[in-house]
């Protein structure tokens, strides 16, 4: 984005002179210079509140004689915005004597249970108190006591007695997710942070209120007593729950994954999370993870060695040409996927892979060259139309910029869904058709902004929207609309025919992929060859025979097919490879399982939802004999002699970027988060 100009004010901070754009918050100004202002309430992706007190400074503006004229009381650097010719005093003996009452008063009632609280050790109260409270306390009448340990939800406890009242939980609520679902209940030494109706916080974001709390009140239940602060060793990560690719923290001990935090990404996801993300990885410390290979001798799978694996997948899937076939996970890299791909295509000659889980698909030529909006560009636009698709389930952060757009920079957004979603909440036009009528209405809109009224009839009938309302929705879209979708649309019988004429609305058509990797599969051309079978087609060869060796590489067609077809595949088709991190139904069927390491547990790049290539490098070991997906396709090639050895992942990440036309001209280590 192109850089814009802003007028600037001249301060003077500590008798430092400095510009600053104007307007901006002192709180901010003060960290050009490397200073800090202590801060309790304050956030900075959410509006000053001044309710804490805790960033009080000196203010004065200079005189035309050269003096400085001093307000008579210190104001809140995080409410004050800065003006020319201001003067601020962040290291005074009236700053100091405010800030240990600010903090005396805060530790009044404050309990002191420090060791056993989960914040200790990275807890702002605790820093705060050590480097600008009063030494001692003048306090030695009984403190207030309230319920402790209230679960809030399934994932937040709240301990009231801790509550400063900052407000940054209920803040969060109603400006960044936009539920509102906490607010203050009662008032004075009462006041509380509180659901309505005391129902459960069911926030699709609620973990972001344990991060950014600053002191033990909302504490992650998931976390309680796990582990110390110093106890972790932590390590950048990326998540892989949905294709947004979110930037977070692995906080781990002794090789098992203790939680997960976000990470500040401005490109991505700020510094948020999803509760899918931030929760959703206990399946690294799961009882159930493969961790050595094993074959099927009679009606068992027994224990084997991996070269005792590999013989017989080859000897199996030797027959190739149509009759092996591949269905691919999205959790594996672009290197475990590119070496597997590879192999079916050179070596078993078989156009039959797939990663692909809606009902319906685009043809090759319509799914190619997908260019989405990058995710930071989102809330820019002046308008935006979701269709579709829930953006809070499908592509979580995505929504929270779609939200970002609205509620700061005015955005006008059109949400065309056939149910509800959190987008209806800020929509200026929601339009609710009739399921499997999306491309009905999208004919409407384009026909509304063509001022064809015949099109728009036409289409207000076949859709159930009433005429005005999609008149009005496409009076709201321009050649500067970004248009979010997702494949979701593809599992309506019309989402093909949507996208074609989503295409002729004019604006920047956004198809967001759906699963982690999906992206990147595309992008390596991961699809049925011209001849090859996608995954319906895939799991009826199966059952009808005409494939012989089926390869689930990370997939679990329980998880996505129907079941009765599914189960008939497994059982007709001869020959199952099931390549895992996790003991499942479909094992049951295998022939071979080969143990695979979890994402995190390896080094691999990832292409998110805004085509954004990412790299991620191991966190933990593998258990037992697992191998990364690269490892093992890479072990594959060389022993039917298709490749010299790789080394690691950045060998075959290299090749990737000098092979594959997408992935061109990108160096090891470039465009990653």
């Known amino acids: 984005m192109a850089a814009v100009a802003s007028e600037t004010v001249n301060l003077v901070i500590n008798d430092v002179e400095i510009a600053v754009p104007k307007g901006e918050l002192i709180v901010e100004s003060v960290k050009r210079l490397g200073l800090e202002i202590p801060i309790f309430c304050y956030h900075p992706r959410m509006k000053p509140v001044g309710m804490c007190r805790m960033c009080l400074v000196e203010v004065g503006f200079k005189q035309p004689d050269g003096s400085v004229r001093k307000m008579p009381k210190p104001q809140a650097a995080c409410t004050l915005p800065a003006q020319d010719n201001m003067v601020i005093f962040t290291d005074t003996e009236m700053v100091h004597r405010d800030r240990k009452g600010v903090l005396e008063f805060l530790l009044i009632n404050h309990p002191l249970d420090c060791p056993i609280c989960d914040r200790g050790g990275e807890c702002p109260l605790q820093n705060n108190t050590l480097f600008?409270?009063?030494?001692?306390?003048?306090?030695?009448?009984?403190?207030?006591?309230?319920?402790?340990?209230?679960?809030?939800?399934?994932?937040?406890?709240?301990?009231?007695?801790?509550?400063?009242?900052?407000?940054?939980?209920?803040?969060?609520?109603?400006?960044?997710?936009?539920?509102?679902?906490?607010?203050?209940?009662?008032?004075?030494?009462?006041?509380?942070?509180?659901?309505?109706?005391?129902?459960?916080?069911?926030?699709?974001?609620?973990?972001?209120?344990?991060?950014?709390?600053?002191?033990?009140?909302?504490?992650?239940?998931?976390?309680?007593?796990?582990?110390?602060?110093?106890?972790?060793?932590?390590?950048?990560?990326?998540?892989?729950?949905?294709?947004?690719?979110?930037?977070?923290?692995?906080?781990?001990?002794?090789?098992?994954?203790?939680?997960?935090?976000?990470?500040?990404?401005?490109?991505?996801?700020?510094?948020?999370?999803?509760?899918?993300?931030?929760?959703?990885?206990?399946?690294?410390?799961?009882?159930?993870?493969?961790?050595?290979?094993?074959?099927?001798?009679?009606?068992?799978?027994?224990?084997?060695?991996?070269?005792t694996a590999y013989a017989a997948i080859l000897s199996a899937f030797g027959v190739g040409g149509d009759k092996v076939a591949m269905l691919a996970g999205s959790s594996l890299s672009n290197e475990g996927a590119y070496l597997l791909n590879r192999l079916f295509h050179r070596k078993f000659g078989s156009a039959n892979v797939d990663y692909r889980r809606t009902a319906h698909t685009l043809p090759p030529d319509e799914a190619a060259g997908n260019a989405p909006t990058a995710i930071a560009d989102l809330e820019l636009k002046p308008s935006i139309l979701v269709f579709g698709n829930s953006p809070a389930d499908d592509i979580p952060i995505i929504f929270l910029r779609i939200r970002k757009a609205w509620f700061k920079h005015g955005a006008r957004v059109v949400v065309a869904h056939h149910g509800e979603t959190e987008a209806d909440s800020f929509a200026d036009v929601v339009l609710r058709y009739a399921p499997g009528t999306d491309a009905d209405l999208a004919k409407g809109l384009v026909a509304a902004?063509?001022?064809?009224?015949?099109?728009?009839?036409?289409?207000?009938?076949?859709?159930?929207?009433?005429?005005?309302?999609?008149?009005?929705?496409?009076?709201?879209?321009?050649?500067?609309?970004?248009?979010?979708?997702?494949?979701?649309?593809?599992?309506?019988?019309?989402?093909?025919?949507?996208?074609?004429?989503?295409?002729?609305?004019?604006?920047?058509?956004?198809?967001?992929?759906?699963?982690?990797?999906?992206?990147?599969?595309?992008?390596?051309?991961l699809v049925p060859g011209p001849d090859g079978r996608g995954t319906a087609a895939i799991l009826a060869g199966c059952a009808d025979g005409s494939i012989e060796s089926l390869w689930l590489a990370g997939a679990d067609p329980f998880a996505f097919g129907d079941r009765a077809t599914v189960e008939k595949a497994l059982e007709q088709v001869g020959f199952v490879v099931y390549q895992g991190t996790h003991k499942s139904e479909a094992m049951g069927f295998a022939s071979v399982v080969l143990p695979m390491a979890e994402p995190a547990e390896g080094d691999g790049t990832y292409v998110n939802a805004e085509r954004r290539l990412q790299e991620l490098r191991a966190v933990l070991s593998p258990p037992g004999e697992a191998k990364a997906a690269w490892r093992i396709g890479a072990e594959l090639a060389l022993r039917v002699g298709m490749a010299k050895p790789y080394f690691g992942a950045k060998d075959v990440a290299a090749e990737i970027f000098t092979q594959v036309p997408a992935f061109r001209g990108v160096a090891f280590g470039d465009r990653l988060n």
Not at 168 to 197: N, Y
Not at 260 to 288: L, M, S
Not at 459 to 476: F, K, N, P, Q, Y
Request: hydrophobic share 35%; aromatic share 10%; glycine share 8%.
């Open 132 to 307: 600008y409270g009063p030494s001692t306390s003048r306090f030695i009448e009984v403190k207030r006591h309230a319920h402790k340990a209230f679960p809030l939800s399934k994932y937040v406890t709240l301990d009231l007695e801790r509550c400063i009242q900052c407000g940054r939980c209920v803040r969060f609520t109603e400006e960044i997710s936009g539920d509102s679902e906490l607010a203050f209940r009662f008032r004075g030494a009462s006041m509380q942070p509180s659901t309505f109706e005391l129902r459960d916080f069911t926030s699709k974001f609620s973990g972001n209120v344990i991060e950014i709390c600053p002191v033990g009140a909302l504490t992650n239940r998931e976390y309680r007593f796990r582990a110390r602060p110093w106890d972790l060793e932590t390590k950048p990560s990326i998540c892989l729950e949905c294709s947004n690719g979110c930037a977070t923290w692995f906080d781990y001990r002794v090789n098992r994954l203790v939680r997960v935090n976000g990470r500040t990404n401005e490109a991505i996801n700020e510094e948020w999370t999803c509760d899918r993300g931030k929760f959703g990885h206990e399946h690294y410390n799961a009882d159930n993870r493969l961790t050595v290979p094993l074959i099927r001798r009679g009606d068992r799978l027994e224990e084997c060695d991996w070269p």
């Open 449 to 525: 902004r063509a001022n064809d009224a015949a099109g728009v009839a036409q289409a207000a009938a076949a859709c159930g929207v009433d005429e005005s309302r999609i008149r009005e929705a496409a009076a709201l879209l321009g050649e500067n609309t970004a248009i979010v979708t997702t494949d979701s649309l593809l599992n309506s019988a019309s989402g093909a025919d949507a996208f074609r004429a989503l295409r002729q609305l004019g604006g920047e058509l956004n198809r967001y992929a759906l699963g982690a990797n999906d992206q990147g599969f595309a992008d390596l051309g």
